[in-house]
């Protein structure tokens, strides 16, 4: 029984997307602050905190799923932020720029790039699809019906000797 409402439950929930692998980042590159320390690491790790820090003012306002990236000013690079993701409900993205602006400082003039989907309304929670709710109930009421016909027969041979 317990077999079956596992099964259940583990075909109601919703599929995961398959994970990237062999990708490898700025954070997985020089985040471990145990590696020596050189100019190319100590830019990436304050690029990695600014970004952070964006996310968690953006996320602070109700934004979601974000992906920020930051490439700090540099001879010939007038650097950029860029922030990806879900926005909070009532921004737009000039007012999500203006506030990365401010985070970011005064270089940050003219290269914060945010694009986001507005976040969706609230409402009832997607569904992976009526197939798997289907099966379960069916298997239920399977199980129901075999325990209700085994009662009915106990009662029956009860009754006879009784």
């Known amino acids: 029984m317990f077999l079956g409402t596992a099964l259940a439950a583990g075909a109601c929930d919703r599929p995961r997307p398959?994970?990237?692998?062999?990708v490898r980042g700025k954070r997985e590159l020089f985040?471990?602050?145990a590696l020596v320390p050189t100019r190319a690491g100590e830019r990436a790790r304050d690029e990695l905190a600014l970004a952070d820090a964006v996310a968690a003012a953006l996320r602070g306002l109700g934004a979601e799923a974000l992906a920020v990236e930051v490439r700090l000013p540099d001879a010939g690079d007038p650097g950029a932020v860029v922030v990806t993701g879900l926005g909070p409900p009532g921004w737009d993205e000039a007012a999500a720029a203006s506030l990365?602006?401010?985070l970011c400082g005064p270089w940050s003039a003219g290269v914060v790039r945010v694009a986001w989907r507005a976040a969706a309304p609230a409402g009832p929670p997607e569904r992976a699809g009526?197939?798997?709710l289907l099966c379960a109930l069916v298997g239920l009421g399977a199980a129901a019906g075999v325990t209700i016909d085994r009662l009915l027969r106990r009662r029956a041979r009860s009754a006879?000797?009784?």
Request: net charge negative; aromatic share 0%; hydrophobic share 25%.
């Open 160 to 162: 006879l000797r009784g």
């Open 100 to 102: 990365v602006g401010e």
């Open 18 to 22: 398959p994970e990237a692998r062999g």
């Open 130 to 132: 009526d197939l798997p």
């Open 31 to 33: 985040g471990d602050p």
